[in-house]
């Protein structure tokens, strides 16, 4: 006892100072969370524990983070990082809201976006390992739920127009398992307008043009995927990259988690049931992991929600928000505002509400901050605090109330980028939203899309 004094003092300390703010702000039982600023740049041992037995699991980590298997000295900064999750939001939302659509149509078909829409890849934070041909070559991916075509930097890649990367380039001529697709595969063919013709060797090219300008271009080819030590892809098509603009970026490649059918997931529909799931740690000093083949049913503590999707743009995955809880209240918001539908997003950082939903929630949360004064916005960021010296603060809980009556409770580290509250308004009312991937913090997040049900499932790692 009396050597856990320090902390015992600060957990008192933290329990006296939000039982002050409760008092100070007037709201008699509003429900606050204790969230560690600075945390330490030490990677912890992974405490993650997937929901399924069945299906494949590896693991994930931040790709800037401690635990991050290709570690980059130059991180970008606060404010450049959201510089660049604004393309990508610009980019998604632009291609959305060209089309007004109701809540009824949007239940049959999402609103339309661009097949061929790669989004932002320079926002994109997460990395998984896997083993590509045989022998098989450890490739560091970001994973993103934005995009279906899969690459890798392959062998000759000059820098430029490749970019440098911290693991081994992967050799075509050294594996033999290695396959270009000839031009007239259909695994070509169905690249359509992510594929560019044919090289003088009547070997399949493909490109994929990002939403932020930058771009990959190569020979579409397959080989073995190796997920873990008893799980391959036999087969695993992926654009072997042998040009790129625009990368700032160490990681060997990008796997591709949408929805169209390029995509792993639909690549191996027949082995996991076109279902997926993943969880990104609270922290960068954390783990993670993507699984594929998991599922909701049986005993599993997921919440639920309908998955929506579109048929002129499958890479994306939609939920429906239906209202949002501050310190354990609902705002009770109307549907109006949540009519143009939410893109769940692996590779957007700050969650984008409409207008009237925004202010609604910062609104809400100022009252329960009273205790920090406020501090300058921060690039698309407007609820800010000032928290200079203080190691912990106190902050209201935040819930998403989803279509159907699902809640997610946020995690502490799922509610805040830095010092402002990680929500942003945009476009007007009924606009389409993005549900970023702070907010997905700690949660397995599952995507069944066979079965058109999107989970989560808190406390997941
Ligand atoms: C492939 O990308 C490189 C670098 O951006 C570019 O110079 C080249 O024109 C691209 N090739 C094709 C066929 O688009």
Known sequence: MVCASPLLLLLLLSGYHSLVARAGAGHG??????????????????????????????????????????????????????????????????????????????QQSMVTVPTKLGSSLNTLEYVISVGIGSPAVTQTMTIDTGSDVSWVQCKPCP???CHAQTGSLFDPTASTTYSPFSC?????????????????????????????????NGTYSSD??????????????FGCSHAESGFD???????GLGGGAQSLVSQTEATYGKSFSYCLPPTQGSSGFLTLGATSGGSSKFVTTRMLRSSQAPTFYG?????????????????????????????????R???????????????????????????????????????????????????????????????????????AATGNDGSTGIIGNVQQRSFEVLYDVGKSV???RSGAC
């Open 353 to 423: 509400l409409s207008p009237t939903a925004y202010s609604a929630l910062s609104s809400a949360f100022k009252d329960g901050m009273k205790q920090y004064p406020p501090a300058q916005p921060r690039s698309l960021l407007d609820t800010c605090f000032d928290f200079t010296g203080h190691d912990q603060v106190s902050i209201p809980t935040v819930a998403l109330v989803f279509s159907g009556g699902a809640v997610i409770d946020l995690d502490a580290n799922g509610i805040m980028f830095s010092n402002c509250l990680a929500f």
């Open 454 to 456: 999107l989970g989560f």
């Open 224 to 237: 073995i995927l190796k997920l873990s030590s008893s799980d391959n892809v036999k087969s695993f098509q």
């Open 184 to 216: 007239s595969a259909a695994a070509c063919t169905q690249l359509k307008e992510q594929g560019n013709g044919c090289n003088s060797n009547a070997q399949c090219q493909y490109i994929v043009r990002y939403g932020d300008g930058s771009s990959t």
């Open 29 to 106: 039982g509003q429900s606050y969370r204790v969230l560690s600023l600075n945390p330490k740049a030490v990677c912890f041992e992974p405490n993650a524990i997937p929901s399924s037995s069945r299906g494949t699991t590896v693991p994930l980590n931040h790709r800037h983070g401690p635990c991050s298997p290709v570690p980059s000295e130059k991180k970008p900064t606060d404010e450049e990082l959201l510089r660049r999750d604004q393309l990508r939001a610009d980019r998604i939302q632009r291609k959305f809201s060209k089309k007004a659509t109701g809540a009824d149509e949007l």
């Open 319 to 351: 939920a429906l928000l239906q209202d949002i809880a501050v310190g354990g209240k609902q705002l009770g918001l109307p549907s109006s505002v949540f009519s143009g539908g939410s893109v769940v997003d692996s590779g957007t950082i700050i969650t």
């Open 249 to 255: 970026d160490q990681t060997d490649g990008l796997m």
């Open 159 to 161: 820098n430029p127009p």
